[in-house]
């Protein structure tokens, strides 16, 4: 089964989306005329361009209004018909695609439309040539692939053939159960996207925000494993109209579309019935265990003002790594490493970002496994130089150029922190604050990113995506998703701001692009712990007293208890399956800040206290998070 994706899909002219699609490792491209049309070279010189960079024209698109229609315009649908032959020949392709009459001029009518199928089918025969019959979601008579096929198959012609398209048929929530009974050598072609579950006109819908299987919430599976179970080995097409995508990185939407289709297609061979030809199986999603590290890139002034911010969290240095200039600390089963070394990856992402977070660790059941589905799925695979007594820790880029690392508790990678650090002196001084674990982590980026982002981790990952939520920043809205493991100990919060001048936006500029904002750390008694914060000296982030005046009224918690939120400056949230608590610190040098929070069967992130910390950050932007000395 080969793969393809439509030019329309994609930024930039021909030439540069086919050096990206190439890139991404498709095998064929559909051209949309109108991106031949815009294009300085005839026919010929874009089929020689295509196949230049490895790659088939699979389609040439769309041909409107075809058929059903009264006389002269029937004549004139098979004149334009001819003319798009020449252009096909050309180009190097074989198939055209019809899509179902959306014109008020045309007439109704199976019969009428199959007449003209066949007529084409012996125009295109001549030639040498095939028509794929497609069935618009909003077609006049035409919007059900159902119909399209009866309308081929009175055709009866072996050059005409039926296109499916997963988003005309699931936008209208037509049911799949009859596509297994198509024969597959009807089927030319099958063109899969995904969306959002958006309440608007199909037509707008279509145009505008399409997105890659896996990014939306169509059963684009289902429509898939139905195509499948024909037999149907031919080209598996994306066609993705999106203004998001058509704006930004050609290759970056190329890569997503052909990792999408990579873990698509994975998904359908885990279902263990249906087999796709000329496709082996990937390793398993990998199921992550927990947030292994947190690694920080700094310099040795930031590095001494980060260590004091950590010991005022109640974190105890652990260890010093054997040859670098790198310090471990813990609390609970949280780690956190400081790296101030002159070179080598976390030098060069200060350099470019200041400090900041330039590393995660997850530790995983298989790490080796993991890192081969990752680059199965093109994620770009990292390695550095090791040194005397070093390991090698499977690693991949993420989020911002950051690193994921890959630990699991077999073998060597188990004893990492034994294996690379030697004990400190103070290694488990104190009882630290009760902090236990990381509890999730915010990456912020450019609200274009996320969806690229959510398929990473989803497809990598055994992961779900929860909802889309739109956070009220006071200078603009701040989208936000999170995607998380079955049992929570992993969540990872996306969020992406279309303002300029949003928190999340100032950060990136400051920041120099995407990357970590936030660290959240579970406590078992937020009151006990912000007591030992305020006992150490630390300065928490102070929240308006009319917001305490507020939770008095809507949740009717009780004098005693909003005195002790508002004494430690805590936000709370409550929903019918338990609390939440929050705590945050200011910024770190304007790149970081932490959150500490109790769960008490509470299973979201406090949305709704999000406008009241982004208001209260904002005020004090600028502001270092280190302790009062």
């Given amino acids: 089964m080969k793969t393809s994706i439509a030019t329309v899909s994609l930024s930039?002219?021909?030439?540069?989306?086919?050096?990206?699609?190439?890139?991404?490792?498709?095998?064929?491209?559909?051209?949309?005329?109108?991106?031949?049309?815009?294009?300085?070279?005839?026919?010929?010189?874009?089929?020689?361009?295509?196949?230049?960079?490895g790659l088939e024209v699979t389609l040439f698109q769309p041909f409107r209004d075809f058929e059903g229609m009264p006389e002269p315009l029937r004549q004139r649908a098979f004149d334009r018909a001819e003319r798009k032959f020449?252009?096909?020949?050309?180009?190097?392709?074989?198939?055209?695609?019809?899509?179902?009459?959306?014109?008020?001029?045309?007439?109704?009518?199976?019969?009428?439309?199959?007449?003209?199928?066949?007529?084409?089918?012996?125009?295109?025969?001549?030639?040498?040539?095939?028509v794929g019959y497609e069935a618009l979601a909003w077609g006049r008579y035409i919007d059900d692939h159902r119909d399209a096929w009866e309308i081929v198959r009175r055709a009866d012609h072996a050059n005409i053939g039926l296109i499916l398209d997963s988003f005309h048929t699931l936008s209208r929530d037509i049911p799949v159960d009859g596509i297994p009974s198509i024969p597959k050598d009807r089927i030319f072609l099958v063109q899969l996207a995904d969306a959002p579950r958006l309440d608007m006109d199909l037509l707008s819908w279509s145009r505008h925000f399409r997105s890659m299987p896996g990014q939306g919430d169509l059963a684009v599976a289902d429509f898939t494993e139905a195509v499948c179970a024909t037999g149907y080995d031919g080209v598996i097409s994306l066609e993705i109209f999106n203004d998001q995508f058509r704006a930004g990185s050609a290759r970056t939407v190329a890569v997503d579309g052909q990792r999408s289709l990579v873990h698509l297609l994975d998904r359908i061979h885990d279902h263990?019935?249906?087999?796709?030809?000329?496709?082996?199986?990937?390793?398993?999603?990998?199921?992550?265990?927990?947030?292994?590290?947190?690694?920080?890139?700094?310099?040795?002034?930031?590095?001494?003002?980060?260590?004091?911010?950590?010991?005022?969290?109640?974190?105890?240095?652990?260890?010093?790594?054997?040859?670098?200039?790198?310090?471990?600390?813990?609390?609970?089963?949280?780690?956190?490493?400081?790296?101030?070394?002159?070179?080598?990856?976390?030098?060069?992402?200060?350099?470019?970002?200041?400090?900041?977070?330039?590393?995660?660790?997850?530790?995983?059941?298989?790490?080796?496994?993991?890192?081969?589905?990752?680059?199965?799925?093109?994620?770009?695979?990292?390695?550095?130089?090791?040194?005397?007594?070093?390991?090698?820790?499977?690693?991949?880029?993420?989020?911002?150029?950051?690193?994921?690392?890959?630990?699991?508790?077999?073998?060597?990678?188990?004893?990492?922190?034994?294996?690379?650090?030697?004990?400190?002196?103070?290694?488990?001084?104190?009882?630290?604050?009760?902090?236990?674990?990381?509890?999730?982590?915010?990456?912020?980026?450019?609200?274009?990113?996320?969806?690229?982002?959510?398929?990473?981790?989803?497809?990598?990952?055994d992961m779900t995506k929860t909802p889309e939520l739109d956070i009220a920043d006071p200078a603009g809205l701040v989208r936000s998703q999170v995607v998380r493991n079955a049992d929570g100990a992993v969540r990872i919060a996306l969020n992406g701001s279309q303002s300029h001048r949003t928190?999340?936006?100032?950060?990136?500029?400051?920041?120099?692009?995407?990357?970590?904002?936030?660290?959240?750390?579970?406590?078992?008694?937020?009151?006990?712990?912000?007591?030992?914060?305020?006992?150490?000296?630390?300065?928490?982030?102070?929240?308006?007293?009319?917001?305490?005046?507020?939770?008095?009224?809507?949740?009717?918690?009780?004098?005693?208890?909003?005195?002790?939120?508002?004494?430690?400056?805590?936000?709370?949230?409550?929903?019918?399956?338990?609390?939440?608590?929050q705590i945050y610190t200011p910024s770190f040098a304007d790149r970081f800040f932490f959150e500490i929070v109790e769960r008490r069967t509470y299973e979201g992130f406090g949305a709704v206290n999000a406008p009241i910390r982004l208001a209260a950050q904002s005020k004090l932007a600028g502001t270092p998070g280190v302790p009062r000395q």
Wanted: negative net charge; aromatic residues 10%.
């Fill in 12 to 53: 930039g002219d021909l030439r540069e989306k086919l050096e990206a699609i190439a890139a991404a490792g498709f095998d064929g491209v559909e051209i949309f005329e109108n991106d031949f049309l815009s294009f300085d070279a005839g026919a010929r010189e874009v089929g020689k361009m295509v196949a230049g960079v």
């Fill in 86 to 130: 020449d252009v096909m020949q050309e180009l190097g392709t074989d198939l055209m695609l019809v899509c179902s009459n959306v014109s008020p001029q045309s007439l109704g009518g199976i019969d009428r439309a199959a007449a003209d199928f066949h007529e084409l089918g012996e125009r295109a025969a001549k030639r040498g040539l095939r």
């Fill in 272 to 461: 263990g019935e249906t087999k796709i030809p000329g496709r082996d199986r990937l390793p398993p999603r990998a199921r992550c265990l927990n947030v292994e590290f947190l690694e920080f890139a700094v310099d040795d002034d930031t590095a001494t003002s980060l260590a004091a911010l950590f010991a005022a969290l109640g974190f105890a240095k652990s260890g010093q790594h054997r040859n670098k200039d790198v310090t471990w600390w813990r609390q609970g089963d949280i780690n956190l490493v400081i790296n101030a070394e002159k070179e080598g990856f976390a030098h060069a992402s200060y350099i470019m970002h200041g400090p900041s977070v330039c590393a995660m660790g997850l530790r995983v059941e298989d790490a080796e496994q993991t890192a081969n589905r990752a680059r199965s799925l093109l994620a770009q695979p990292f390695s550095q130089p090791v040194g005397p007594g070093e390991l090698e820790i499977p690693a991949i880029r993420g989020v911002g150029g950051s690193l994921i690392y890959f630990t699991d508790p077999k073998g060597r990678l188990a004893d990492v922190w034994e294996t690379e650090f030697d004990a400190a002196d103070e290694a488990g001084a104190g009882d630290g604050i009760g902090l236990l674990a990381v509890d999730h982590v915010s990456q912020s980026m450019d609200y274009e990113e996320m969806l690229s982002w959510l398929l990473f981790y989803t497809a990598i990952f």
């Fill in 503 to 581: 928190l999340a936006a100032r950060f990136l500029s400051e920041f120099f692009g995407s990357g970590v904002q936030h660290i959240a750390f579970s406590t078992g008694d937020i009151f006990a712990t912000a007591r030992q914060l305020e006992a150490g000296g630390m300065t928490v982030l102070p929240i308006s007293g009319n917001y305490y005046d507020d939770l008095e009224a809507r949740f009717a918690l009780g004098a005693k208890t909003i005195k002790a939120l508002r004494g430690s400056n805590i936000l709370y949230d409550r929903d019918e399956t338990g609390e939440y608590f």
